[in-house]
């Protein structure tokens, strides 16, 4: 069997086990990541979770020029979604070795790209990938009008609540707190309208808010849907 089939592909027995190879050391590298994070780690567990740290790393960085060596389509695999994620899910450990990580940490923070990888795994994502191609255009037309309504919404609260909460309404920009957290419904209740005016602004907001929150999700189940019907009708 060739390596190529074996990477590639998932319906043979070696496909399997080299997929199901590669999701173990992403869990395992995402568990060592966050118990890094522990305070005050006994320098033998912080030399063990710094092994599983390369160890992973060197088997990511063999799977990403394995994945590059067969492809067909080199350049295009390479700005891929899932070959940017593969170098995304590397490179800080690279960039970081020769560096004081004390004075650039943000690095560290890229190796959380490791958990997209998983993405390529599974009938279920490959599905989720798909219907979300399928309503690109129109996730893309609902966050700009989701955008334009919380611009409108912050200008329409600063305007009734500027003059009897001038500290916390003090701008356009600081009103967008206040929109943000309206409009998806989670309400905080750090800052809330005080005037009559503003109450009734405030529960305009927060009706439309509730479609905010639900047409991305009918989107998605329509689409989830028609993918795996045209699943079966292909099967």
């Known amino acids: 069997m060739s390596v190529k ?21 992403i869990i395992i590298s995402l568990i060592s990541f966050t118990l ?22 060197v088997l990511f960085t063999i799977e990403y020029i394995l994945r590059i060596v067969i492809t067909d389509k080199k350049i295009r695999f390479v700005f891929s979604f899932y070959g940017l994620v593969d ?27 490791r958990i997209f990888k998983i993405l390529r795994y599974g009938k279920a994502m490959e599905r ?4 979300f191609i399928s309503i690109k255009e129109e996730m893309i037309l609902f966050f700009i009008a989701t955008i334009v309504f919380l611009y409108i919404s912050s200008v329409g609260i600063y305007y009734c609540e500027f003059e009897t909460q001038p500290e916390i309404f003090k701008s356009v920009l600081h009103s ?6 309206t409009l998806t419904t989670v309400g ?20 439309i808010g509730i479609g905010i929150v639900a047409v991305p ?19």
């Open 5 to 25: 089939k074996i990477v590639e592909r998932n319906d043979t027995q070696m496909g399997r086990i080299f997929d199901l190879f590669i999701q173990a050391l």
């Open 36 to 57: 890094e994070t522990i305070p005050d780690l006994s320098k033998s567990t912080v030399a063990i979770l710094n092994i599983i740290e390369n160890v992973t790393v």
């Open 87 to 113: 170098v995304l899910a590397i490179l800080p450990f690279y960039i970081a070795s020769g560096i004081d990580l004390r004075s650039i940490r943000i690095i560290r923070l890229f190796r959380i790209f």
């Open 128 to 131: 989720f990938r798909l219907a």
């Open 176 to 181: 967008l707190w206040w929109s943000v957290v």
């Open 188 to 207: 905080y209740g750090d800052t809330f309208p005080l005037t009559a005016g503003g109450k009734l602004f405030a529960s305009g907001v927060m009706i």
């Open 217 to 235: 999700s009918g989107l998605i189940a329509s689409a989830l849907t028609k993918v795996i019907r045209d699943e079966d009708i292909g099967n």
